[in-house]
């Protein structure tokens, strides 16, 4: 493991990397390369969608990933497809990543002009696996800490069979490009004075109140989440 | 475009299709391939995530799709790479689309108990594009009335440059898998007592209310948004 994950500067950090694949063909004026604006979207979502190729057919599954510096990290079971990297003989050489949200349904006078508001990163990259288990024990906690502040310390430790049998695997965040679609439709000059209703519905995900298992005892305090998670 | 979509008898659907790459290898107690419940993912879910080799590199873009009878539908402009079809000479010569809800996140005592909530559908298949306008037409109806059903007809309609420049294309549901997980945590029976809260935090979506442009008059309805859309 290579050790350059260290925390960009805020201040100045460098834009994503424009290439071939990040270049955004359809809706440019949609396009950004702000890695503030990257980072936040990862920092907030718990779910991405990691696509690779399978015994040569593209596959897409949905997993959960955290962020630490430059680095996007994702685990699963260590003999998962999508977590063994390229040096275990598996074959995965190249991942592409999205993560989206969805923030909320545009309504045109057309359905022509209908859209959705969102916020789109897909990123590229060779996945890395994290083979010291004292590193992996290090990475999922910030994992968990990602989502649940402060919870990794009040858990019973992981084991070492454990650790031997969870993989974390994580890419450079650089060649990467995020699409946002925000604000009001945007209607043919024409087609304004058309009668039906045009205007957004907004969008957000809501955690519901913790419900607890039947050994949890009235003492025991309630997870709080992540702030700002969705 | 052939006329296989009609309508499955919903007493006796056929179950997915079990095949190399849908087999679940993972969690097979968490595997489906109960076509109804993946219907219902489809209606009721308005983005999915559509991964596709484009110059012999992966990609996966977000998109919204439809359902009618057994194929699943997404759009596009018709020069998008995700909506040509591979008799365009473009060479998309299958995909593999998922569809997932994050229903909850799962606290148990220990971090590798610890899981999410969630329902989330596979599909691969060789897009069909739809090349014939009037065809395209009613497709997009379906696709508007699905999200807000009556609108379509209240629109202004759609032009032939608007038809000419989207692009329709689809899979059956046919080699696809469906992965579920639910309910509280499940700890080892030694951890039971570990004094950490331990449970089920539930997640949904919400829609907000409806906000209209500036050019809406009093008189205009706000939207109905089709039922249990998320």
Redesign the interface.
Known sequence: MSDESVMSDQNSMPDLKVT??TKI??GANRASFDRKAAYALIDHS??C???????G??????T?HWREGDHLYWH??R???NVVSPGQGRGNT?????I?A?D??V?A????H?S?N?R?L?L?GIPEEITNDEQKALH??RF?DK??PG??A??????RQ?LA??GVSRIPINEASLKVRSG??V?DEA???????????????????????????KE????V?GEGLF
């Open positions: 071939g694949r063909k359809r718990v779910v969608h990691l696509a690779h190729l399978v015994e057919h593209v596959v897409v599954t949905p959960c699963g079971h003999l998962a497809r190249e991942v592409s990543i999205n989206c969805l909320g349904l309504l006078r057309s359905a022509f209908h959705v969102y789109s897909t590229f999922l906690e968990v989502l649940y919870r990794w009040q858990l019973r430790p992981m084991t454990e049998a969870t009001m439709p209607d087609d304004l004075d058309w009668p039906a209703w045009a205007g957004v519905v907004p969008r957000e995900s809501i955690w519901g109140k913790a419900l607890p298992d039947s050994h949890v005892t025991q305090e309630r997870p989440l």
